[in-house]
């Protein structure tokens, strides 16, 4: 019959009697929680890149879909993306002055993007940065500093661009429309005569600059260009836009500038230059290399190798264990050049287990830090099988080895070891292993109740003594599980 209407809880023990040789099978896979390799041979700890080796594009707005700005509200013809600042000059040019330009953030709307006669303006989304003077002169930068630069890093600037020069209307009166593009004749609305090659092949510049100082003149000698006087097939480019080459540079600060700048020297009707899709990156690699040459709690070395494409200076280092304290540490030198210079940091390990190594340097901007788990002995517990249930007399002797591996000679190793009830336990050596990579020093003890047994090994060659515990085990092992009915009880 139903008893009550609401849920009621029920406890029960549950006795789950193990299949020995299963539960023996996991008593023999049961190892220490220690870390490491027994061999004489130094330790591979870690070998990794811990710092990104190249940035991703640091522009803020480098493809000029986040809006704009007027610098100058009383000239609302000068309409810079955000992000970037504009420089030009009005001083004396080959044949005239150089005039104040003219600069947009361009809309995807004719004659941009739709017009068959002209190519498109837009190198890539709905937006991009056109700079031009009707018939005049220009000397005309874009640029944006970048910071957070490694010192030495190798910075990357590229950029979409093409310009157009051309006295010749793309759409003539009562004519067919022509296609827009440089270097043609002049024209009238009522003739057609437009031809190519009237205006020279330099008439524009583009070109992308770098300052590794991050200096914002563009006229400065300290600037790195993608162009010179002896690679002419750089100017323009013309008409259908380009990436050219990069413009490469090593920064000697942590801020660099990059520059998009455009020189025109023909006036001409139609004189504009168009950039889209600007670029700046940096590669820096630098690379962690940690070995230990004996486990811990033999006395023992980490080295750890810092491989950067620079000398670093004003370097400080340290390490931190695993329970927060400092450990001291020491530097082991330097060697190598540019691009690959090797330093070296030396720590004696006091205790096993994570450590975190950070270092600092004039060159970097943010310390790098990479963590670093120092390995300790090999050891693992073997029960040849399980204790009787019920605190029964076994009928013949329990027996669990205790095996520590050790790439040299323990001398003076003892052995002590701990109850589950916190007496001491006769522990005995009884056999030591030569394997070709050391030693195994394997100790026996006979355990009289289950739980957790405590195994304390020291040594005159240890820095500390070396601890592990494990757990004999009977075949019976009991589990308290409440269950609670979903629904009313049933008799």
Not at 10 to 37: P, W, Y
Request: aromatic share 10%.
């Amino acid at each position: 019959m139903m008893i009550g209407s609401s849920p009621r809880l029920r406890r029960m023990t549950i006795s789950l009697v193990a299949v020995g040789l299963m539960l023996l099978a996991l008593i023999q896979g049961l190892h220490s929680a220690a870390a490491g390799a027994a061999a004489p041979a130094p330790i591979d700890l870690r070998a990794r890149s811990f710092a990104p080796a190249t940035s991703g594009n640091r522009l803020v707005n480098p493809d000029f879909e986040d809006g704009w700005y007027l610098p100058y509200p009383e000239h609302n013809s000068i309409r810079v993306p955000i992000g970037w600042r504009i420089r030009w000059y009005t001083d004396a040019a080959p044949g005239g002055f150089f005039l104040q330009p003219e600069t947009t953030v361009l809309d995807p709307v004719w004659p941009n993007c739709c017009a068959d006669n002209y190519p498109p303006r837009i190198f890539s989304g709905e937006h991009a940065f056109e700079v031009g003077k009707q018939w005049g002169l220009m000397d005309v930068t874009l640029y944006q500093s970048v910071g957070d630069v490694p010192i030495g890093a190798v910075v990357t600037a590229s950029a979409w661009l093409h310009s157009w020069v051309s006295a010749c209307n793309p759409n003539p009166k009562d004519k067919p429309p022509e296609m827009a593009l440089s270097l043609l004749g002049p024209n009238t609305d009522d003739e057609f005569n437009c031809a190519p090659g009237f205006w020279p092949v330099d008439s524009n510049r583009m070109i992308v600059g770098l300052d590794p100082q991050g200096g914002v003149n563009p006229r400065s000698s300290n600037v790195v260009w993608n162009w010179d006087q002896d690679n002419p097939a750089w100017w323009g480019p013309y008409d259908y836009y380009s990436n050219t080459v990069p413009a490469v540079a090593v920064a000697q600060a942590h801020t660099v500038t990059m520059f998009l700048r455009g020189v025109t020297l023909s006036p001409a009707r139609f004189n504009a230059m168009y950039f889209d899709a600007a670029s700046l990156t940096y590669a820096f690699p630098i690379e962690l290399r940690a070995n230990q040459d004996y486990p811990w709690p033999l006395s023992s070395t980490v080295t750890v190798t810092v491989v950067a494409p620079v000398s670093l200076t004003q370097v400080t280092a340290g390490v931190i264990d695993s329970v927060g304290s400092s450990v001291p540490i020491e530097f082991g030198g330097r060697t190598g050049a540019t691009p690959e210079v090797q330093s070296q940091w030396l720590f004696h390990p006091l205790s096993p287990g994570r450590h975190r190594f950070e270092l600092n340097a004039a060159e970097l901007t943010a310390p790098v830090a990479a963590d670093i788990d120092v390995a300790a002995l090999d050891s693992r517990f073997t029960q040849d099988h399980l204790l009787p249930r019920d605190g029964l007399t076994p009928t013949e002797p329990v027996l669990i080895t205790f095996t520590l591996s050790s790439p040299i000679t323990l001398t003076e190793a003892a052995a002590a070891l701990i109850d589950p009830l916190d007496q001491p336990l006769t522990i005995t050596l009884v056999a030591t292993e030569a394997l070709p990579t050391g030693l195994n020093y394997h100790w026996l003890f006979t355990p009289v109740n289950s739980g957790l047994h405590t195994v304390s090994i020291s040594s005159t060659t240890f820095i500390t003594t070396y601890t592990r515990a494990t757990v004999a085990a009977t075949d019976r092992v009991y589990l308290p599980v409440s269950l609670r009915t979903a629904a009313p009880l049933l008799r």
